[in-house]
């Protein structure tokens, strides 16, 4: 049969060659950016249109920020009726919490969401402030620190902070659960090589193309764009806390956002510390757990996590590198020294 004059201009079209493309949006107090390798970027940007639309509902689901003129978040809620009653919550703000205790428990309160108890204290966002808190109200707020004064009923849906003046926030660990659900909205829009980054939080699915997307760790006294290695990821998380991310230096000494719950100050066993993990949530879990506990008991805190592994560079400027990543992990410079 001989072809249509439609048919023939088809052949005659080329294929769109897929390539990269990428957008930004502003969202919980950073930046998401949606990477899909593609040959169709329209059918890409509606989905990254659905996925930031899932990532702002998780943040007024879950901050612990008062917005006038919206609707109070679950979590402000509770802060709210802390040492009264306790407060009915969204299943997903619910097992979000459940699994932040668990994490407490196995990281013995290093990770601890009840550290928002110093919130106003020690300020390092939006309200960035230099001024050191006395030792006395750092004290007094640090009472107020303790995960197992989180009471959850999870058959009536409920959370309940057991004393006064108790706060929790999610700041830990919401930008994971955030990344995972916009890789869930990518997949469900019929994208499977794509990449999704909220701050230090990101989550790698398939390839670019014939290559493997890579990943790098930063150079924690270095630039923003400087590296001390890389690494192909494909299918996984790959999350970074570090000290120079939300923070200052004072007299000699770094003050920063990720805070010791057993000493209220901001910790200092480590400069930076990357994590590999199957999830966004685990990962964004594990590195400031990690980072609190240092490179020994950090390591096996990770190793105790299937499918896990950890870059560790502590506070004397030592590299500690699971065993899991020999031979994949490109060292590419030594980190440099300084305050």
């Not at 329209?42 to 998780?58: G, P, S, T």
């Not at 009915?88 to 994490?103: A, F, G, H, P, Y």
């Not at 999704?196 to 790698?204: H, R, T």
């Not at 991310?245 to 003050?255: A, I, K, M, P």
Request: proline letters at 6%; aromatic letters at 8%; a positive charge.
């Amino acid at each position: 049969m001989p072809l249509t004059v439609g048919a023939l201009l088809a052949q005659a079209l080329p294929v769109p060659a897929a390539r990269v493309v990428a957008r930004k949006y502003p969202v919980m107090g950073t930046e998401v950016t949606f990477s899909a390798f593609t040959a169709d970027p329209d059918a890409a940007d509606r989905a990254f249109a659905a996925a930031y639309e899932e990532i702002r509902r998780v943040e007024r689901l879950m901050t612990d920020w008062e917005h006038p003129g919206e609707p109070e978040s679950d979590i402000v809620r509770i802060n709210k009726a802390a040492g009264k009653r306790p407060v009915k919550v969204s299943r997903e703000t619910l097992d979000v919490i459940q699994k932040s205790l668990d994490m407490s428990r196995r990281s013995d309160g290093a990770f601890d969401i009840t550290f928002a108890a110093m919130k106003g204290l020690w300020k390092f966002d939006e309200d960035m402030d230099r001024t050191i808190p006395s030792a006395d109200e750092i004290a007094r707020r640090r009472k107020l620190i303790d995960w197992r004064g989180v009471l959850v009923d999870a058959k009536a849906g409920t959370v309940k902070l057991r004393r006064a003046g108790m706060r929790i926030g999610l700041g830990g660990i919401a930008k994971g659960y955030a990344v995972d659900r916009c890789s869930a909205v990518l997949r469900q829009a019929g994208l499977h090589d794509f990449m999704v980054q909220a701050g230090g939080d990101l989550y790698v699915s398939g390839r670019k193309g014939p290559a493997p997307w890579m990943v790098g760790i930063r150079d924690p006294r270095g630039g923003p764009y400087d590296i001390i290695a890389r690494m192909p990821i494909q299918d996984h998380a790959f999350s970074t806390a570090g000290d120079y991310e939300r923070g200052f230096v004072l007299d000699g000494r770094r003050y920063h956002h990720i805070i010791d719950p057993k000493t209220g100050y901001p910790a200092t066993a480590s400069r930076e510390v990357t994590i590999f993990a199957p999830t966004a949530f685990l990962a964004d879990a594990l590195d400031d757990s990690v980072f609190i506990l240092g490179p020994k008991k950090g390591m096996a805190l990770v190793d105790s996590f299937p499918d896990c592994a950890t870059v560790i560079v502590d506070a004397h400027n030592q590299v500690w590198t699971s065993k899991s990543l020999e031979g994949k992990l490109q060292r590419t410079a030594a980190p440099r020294d300084g305050i």
